[in-house]
């Protein structure tokens, strides 16, 4: 992919490219916010508070916290007018964050996400992507491709659909 990737998307510019350290308290806080909103009726109060903190740039060291999303090789952000609207994370073999701003749910961003992620996985070697959908998601992930693998499952009080793709 090009490092820019430019589109219209019914009255706004969409514009995706890889994720700067300068992108972190936006990521963060987007992270959050939607988290919060679609979220955290799956989740105890305490694995809510615990998720939160890990992404939370006023209780992290932004090095830390850059040093945390670099685990994931591979990331892109969303924008529209400079403005982070969406994020994706992962490698090869695993989708680990997805996330778009509710007010853009619904207009195709969060499935440009994961058509670049998955073109990127699968020149770094990726054959199956697997995910740990929330159950809020799942439609969506169905929507991409995706197949869940078994039931739900719950792990430190966190409920998700574990799902996967063959990417070709």
Do not use: W
Request: some cysteine; overall charge positive.
């Amino acid at each position: 992919m090009e490092q820019n990737e430019r589109k219209t998307f019914l009255n706004y510019m969409l514009e995706i490219r890889q994720l700067k350290k300068s992108d972190i308290i936006a990521v963060c806080n987007l992270i959050i916010e939607t988290y919060k909103k679609y979220n955290h009726k799956k989740s105890s109060p305490k694995m809510l508070k615990s998720y939160l903190d890990t992404y939370s740039p006023k209780s992290n060291d932004l090095e830390k916290l850059f040093a945390y999303f670099k685990k994931s090789p591979i990331q892109y952000v969303a924008l529209n007018k400079q403005k982070i609207i969406g994020v994706v994370r992962g490698r090869p073999e695993r989708l680990v964050n997805l996330y778009i701003n509710g007010q853009y749910h619904h207009q195709g961003i969060g499935g440009q996400l994961i058509s670049i992620f998955e073109k990127e996985a699968q020149k770094r070697g990726g054959k199956i992507i697997k995910i740990r959908s929330s159950i809020f998601a799942v439609p969506f992930y169905q929507k991409q491709g995706y197949k869940k693998t078994t039931g739900t499952r719950k792990i430190k009080d966190l409920v998700f659909q574990p799902m996967q793709k063959i990417i070709k």
